[in-house]
């Protein structure tokens, strides 16, 4: 039998426990007191190993010489065993797992994303991958003064312990909350590669969110810390095009700001909207040339959206409904922004908030049929509803107004932009009219 060894540390309220990335450490440490191993399985506790030919998978990485030198962690792709066929909240998060991580794999290879990924030992505690023979320099100052977890790591390598001024980072990172992505994103700057492997039967799979609410939960917590992480001394714009190749460094650099979607949605929600209800145009007449340059980024922009959905083993209709939850994502991380400035300004204590994987029959049965399940979550709607409100009444007053007037050429590209909108919020239009208020 395995040694299954359950670990409690404690907790004073005086000193910060650092959370998830404090409890990854502390099993870090005592690991290497009792097995020592040289790499590490990170799963969040809500999700289970559907493959046990995960290990082996990963090893061909870390084993293979041409590879082993640089290679921090092999991540397998967060899944999902509640997905509907449907999955209207985008929970399977298909553009990060099925399109960004394999472009980043093309590059030094992905971030790393909080479950699911075997790690490097010597990766986390030794610096980069040159550094790896003088990770005993001044061994007490870096890893503290236990004796016996010092000798486990001359285990490692055999080295002596010498006494020299290192400045190393051990560990997972404390930079923001979502220490997977800081740490990650640090051990890429310091050198090291990462592979991403996405094999037929998925190796770990777990409970994704079945309601609108613990969605926007999850995606406030992560866009706020992403925000934190791009204006930290750490930021990708500066430390990390810096330290990493420049095409690599651009995609850390849109990992943490993506949020900046929120302030476009909003002004194009709104601007274009109210101009077509007062006869304003906003875009170029059909008949001028410059109108086709409008008319092609709209197009090749929709076409590599589906090439990438189809090709992902995706259909049209969740080529469809991503673009629905794209908007109302983006929207909502106007939460986000709000979030990151308090915690900036010191008005918004530090707190990490567990997300609820409970299954609710009646949430289930909805996010089966592909209905919209706003219950609870009325305040990350209310910004949602706002713009859907004035797209209405923009769209049936500026439509009387057109038929009277009957000047398509000018209004022609708002009148396209309202009538996509309003396609896309029917479902959320009948989701919301059904919503139950919830009085807590």
Request: with cysteine; charged share 20%.
């Amino acid at each position: 039998m395995p040694l299954v060894v359950y670990v409690s540390r404690e907790r004073r309220p005086s000193i910060s426990h650092r959370y998830k990335g404090g409890a990854l450490n502390t099993l870090l440490r005592v690991s290497g007191l009792i097995s020592n191993g040289p790499y590490v399985l990170v799963v969040d506790c809500d999700m289970y190993c559907n493959d046990p030919s995960s290990a082996k998978q990963a090893m061909c990485f870390f084993l293979d010489p041409a590879t082993s030198e640089d290679v921090a962690f092999v991540q397998f792709p967060q899944m999902f065993h509640n997905l509907s066929k449907k999955d209207i909240y985008d929970s399977q998060s298909r553009v990060a797992f099925k399109t960004m991580w394999q472009g980043m794999d093309g590059l030094r290879g992905p971030g790393l994303t909080g479950s699911g990924n075997y790690l490097s030992r010597s990766a986390l505690l030794f610096g980069s991958p040159n550094q790896k023979d003088n990770y005993l320099l001044d061994a007490q100052n870096n890893f503290g003064k236990s004796s016996m977890y010092i000798e486990s790591l001359k285990a490692i390598r055999g080295q002596q312990t010498a006494k020299k001024k290192t400045s190393i980072d051990v560990g997972f990172s404390y930079a923001i909350l979502l220490e997977s992505t800081s740490t990650g994103y640090l051990l890429h700057c310091r050198g090291w590669r990462s592979t991403y492997l996405y094999p037929e039967r998925p190796c770990f799979l777990g409970c994704a969110p079945t309601d609108m609410k613990e969605g926007m939960l999850q995606l406030v917590k992560w866009s706020s810390e992403l925000i934190l992480l791009g204006l930290s001394k750490y930021s990708p714009f500066t430390y990390g095009i810096s330290r990493l190749p420049f095409m690599h460094a651009l995609t850390f650099c849109f990992l943490t700001s993506t949020t900046q979607y929120a302030t476009t949605f909003i002004i194009y929600g709104i601007i274009p909207q109210v101009c077509f209800l007062k006869g304003i145009p906003v875009f170029p007449k059909v008949t001028e040339p410059w109108f086709l340059v409008f008319a092609t980024l709209y197009v090749s922009n929709q076409i590599q959206h589906l090439i990438e959905v189809l090709s992902g083993g995706g259909s049209l209709k969740i080529w469809w409904d991503e673009q629905r939850i794209w908007i109302i994502k983006s929207v909502t991380c106007l939460f986000a922004i709000i979030q990151a400035t308090k915690k900036l300004l010191g008005l918004n204590k530090v707190r990490f908030t567990l997300s609820n994987k409970a299954i609710d029959k009646e949430k289930l049965k909805k996010y089966e049929q592909g209905k919209f399940d706003f219950e609870g979550a009325a305040l990350f709607m209310s910004p949602l509803v706002v713009l859907l409100i004035v797209n209405i009444v923009c769209f049936f007053g500026g439509l009387w107004r057109l038929l009277i007037v009957k000047d398509f050429e000018r209004m022609f590209g708002q009148l396209f932009l309202l009538s996509y909108l309003m396609a896309l919020s029917y479902p959320i239009l009948e989701g919301i009219l059904t919503m139950k208020s919830k009085v807590e």
